[in-house]
């Protein structure tokens, strides 16, 4: 079974806070392409391994450790009795060819290295027998999600460890077959103690370069007319009501400036002012978790991810049946 939710990164949710709200340059709009794909193949990897079966086994996903001075990001880690398996998840496309000396597309070396990346991971976690005496052992898989790779391995060792899209049921079913028991579950408890929050730092965003307001679920227009509980979007006629909309605003603005304050009268300004003050006070406080007091009362988001903030703070609405949801 799946031990927790696999969320977009901060980093990913922050590049499309900022294309929703500003013009990106080249460079940023390469950057949120390949993070967006990263995240399509790791969600179609958990598509497929649901639809093979997990069996008893336990996964994490998307997984930040720190061992010793070690910082790790894990796609995938299964977990088996005294075994651990790392996945490291791409969807590559296209015409790549790898070899002892590296990765190549169309003939050109690239700087990734999936092997070399999932080799260095599976050592790291090697590092914990050490320090918890505990033996297991690790296995390490670079996986391939996308059918439109084609790729050509030089070398039998280097095939080893790496599933391609066409291998990856059957090896699902492999993983399935293992047995994860008593000792699977002291396995996942040992990992428990080196878990870290996404260490991501993010950048601050200039204010003067960000589109302020709330925009459309849907087609992200900025033409929304506000009721009293629902908003319309002029574009595309999509419904939903004010306290989601105002919600993903929040979630914007604290992507785009992770170093400014979250309070009342910082969203007040960001949403337009199209909510009352105390509406955003009531929404602060039902979805985020308030420090200080008084005057100088702010607050913080849990995560970033907009369907967990909504399940962590009891989200419901009776208009909701009014809404085509997207």
């Not at 009891?314 to 049946?321: D, L, P, Q, T």
Request: positive net charge.
């Amino acid at each position: 079974m799946f031990l927790n939710t696999r969320t977009k990164s901060k980093q990913l949710i922050q590049y499309e806070a900022l294309a929703r709200r500003s013009t990106l340059t080249r460079e940023q709009g390469r950057r949120l392409k390949f993070l967006q794909s990263g995240y399509q193949g790791e969600a179609a990897y958990d598509r497929l391994f649901d639809e093979a079966g997990h069996g008893n086994l336990l996964i994490y996903r998307d997984l930040w450790l720190k061992i010793e001075n070690a910082t790790l990001q894990i796609d995938a880690l299964v977990i088996t009795d005294d075994l651990l398996t790392v996945n490291e998840i791409k969807n590559y496309s296209g015409i790549y060819s790898c070899d002892n000396e590296g990765w190549y597309i169309n003939g050109r070396q690239i700087s990734e290295n999936p092997l070399a990346q999932v080799s260095r991971t599976a050592g790291k976690l090697m590092r914990m027998q050490y320090l918890q005496s505990v033996p297991f052992k690790v296995e390490k898989k670079a996986v391939f999600v996308n059918p439109n790779l084609h790729l050509t391995i030089n070398s039998k060792d280097n095939a080893l460890n790496i599933v391609e899209r066409s291998l990856l049921r059957p090896y699902f079913k492999d993983l399935k077959s293992m047995n994860a028991g008593p000792q699977a579950s002291e396995l996942s408890n040992l990992i428990e103690a080196f878990i870290i929050e996404d260490p991501m730092e993010l950048p601050e965003h200039k204010p003067e370069h960000i589109k302020s307001g709330n925009c459309c679920y849907q087609c992200g227009s900025f033409k929304l007319e506000h009721g009293k509980f629902i908003a319309v979007c002029k574009q595309c006629g999509y419904h939903e009501t004010n306290e989601r909309i105002v919600l993903r605003s929040i979630i914007d603005f604290t992507a785009l400036f992770p170093n400014s304050r979250l309070n009342k009268n910082n969203i007040h300004h960001f949403v337009g002012k199209i909510q009352h003050e105390r509406s955003i006070t009531k929404l602060l406080n039902k979805y985020c978790i308030q420090l200080g007091n008084g005057k100088s009362t702010y607050y913080r988001l849990s995560s970033l991810d907009f369907e967990t903030i909504l399940k962590d703070g009891g989200y419901k609405s009776r208009y909701e049946k009014e809404i085509v949801m997207g």
